[in-house]
């Protein structure tokens, strides 16, 4: 009875899958296996039947699972059911995140005032980050700068750390190459912050450099001047603060008016009309110093900006997290940018 049923349902099987097939009735756990273990159990008067029945019924099963095999492959060479004359589904081509199109920018409009691009390491000891830019042991200014120490040494000097800006690469440059020196460098850097919508753990940092004979203040407010205007339009102003930087002296932060009110006031500017963008000052001479260069004989300016700052007054975006989260339908609108 049980051999009826099973034949059966291989007839029903109808034409699908031949490893399904093989599964269900042919494998160890199959059904054929299930009737030879019942066959083991039933009186032997009953066995020479059985047994004969059971032979068949595995050759049945044996030849459909053959002929299933068979049809498969045939449908596989086959020629498929397709229009192979129809265009193909072009691949997505991806686009240019946004901030590296503002790096692309600042680079250019640098480049074009006879700045070179450098580069420099994001892991970096005590003394680039920190000790040959002036900032003295112990001092307070260090926590300006939250920091991932990678390695902590006996004494700070013996410290591994992520760079907290970018101004390690003005030290590596000044230790290669005497001026004059004009430069800009661009990267990712790293700061020890609670991630929110305004500040995260890395983020990144265009910094400039400019050391020759007779570099003054003025250079320093004319180059920043016509950066200002290329970046956000050519009625754009600036406006300088005084600040504090261990690594310049004097130090001034730097405001742009706001290009969203054209300084009415708006939320970006919180109504005051301008916006902060930069960092920068005169080298301090004991960075000068540091670096084998004659504070008598030379003089410098620098720089400092955050990319994602001025990518986000760019583009409205208000999300600082927006820019690591690699989210395809916020990073496909800056396609063809
Ligand atoms: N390195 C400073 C910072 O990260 C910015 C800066 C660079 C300031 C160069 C002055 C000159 O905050």
């Not at 099987?13 to 059904?31: D, I, N, V, Y």
């Not at 920190?130 to 902590?152: C, G, I, W, Y």
């Not at 995260?200 to 570099?215: I, P, R, T």
Request: net charge negative; glycine share 8%; proline share 4%.
């Amino acid at each position: 009875e049980s051999i009826n049923k099973i034949r059966k349902e291989a007839e029903e099987f109808g034409s699908g899958a031949a490893e399904q097939f093989r599964l269900t009735f042919l494998s160890k756990k199959g059904k054929l296996n299930g009737l030879f273990e019942e066959f083991k159990k039933v009186s032997p008067d009953l066995k020479r039947e059985m047994g004969q029945q059971l032979n068949v019924l595995k050759n049945e099963l044996e030849a459909k699972f053959q002929q299933l095999q068979e049809n498969s492959g045939a449908q596989g060479s086959e020629a498929p059911d397709e229009d192979l004359t129809l265009p193909i589904i072009p691949d997505s081509v991806g686009s240019i995140h946004p901030l590296s199109l503002i790096r692309r920018r600042i680079v250019e409009i640098f480049s074009r005032m006879g700045f070179s691009a450098e580069d420099g390491p994001e892991i970096e000891s005590d003394w680039y980050n920190f000790s040959a830019l002036n900032f003295a042991e112990n001092h307070p200014a260090r926590e300006m700068q939250d920091t991932f120490f990678v390695q902590k040494g006996e004494t700070a000097k013996e410290d591994l750390l992520l760079r907290t800006h970018t101004s390690n690469v003005q030290i590596r440059l000044m230790d290669r190459k005497k001026p004059p020196i004009r430069s800009i460098m661009a990267g990712r850097v790293y700061r020890n912050e609670a991630i929110s919508a305004r500040a995260h753990c890395q983020f990144h940092q265009v910094e400039g450099l400019y050391v020759d004979k007779n570099v003054s203040f003025k250079d320093l407010k004319d180059t920043l001047l016509h950066f200002a205007k290329e970046m956000f339009g050519k009625d754009t102003q600036i406006r300088l603060r005084p600040s504090y930087f261990p690594f310049t002296e004097p130090s001034a932060e730097i405001d742009v008016t706001c290009f969203i009110c054209g300084g009415d006031g708006c939320n970006i500017c919180k109504h005051t009309g301008w916006v902060e963008i930069a960092g920068s000052g005169m080298v301090d001479p004991n960075v000068l110093q540091n670096c084998g260069i004659d504070p008598e004989e030379y003089t410098g300016f620098a720089f400092g900006m955050g990319i994602e700052r001025i990518t986000m007054l760019k583009y409205g975006i208000n999300d600082l997290r927006l820019f690591f989260e690699n989210e395809k339908r916020f990073l496909s609108q800056f396609s063809g940018i």
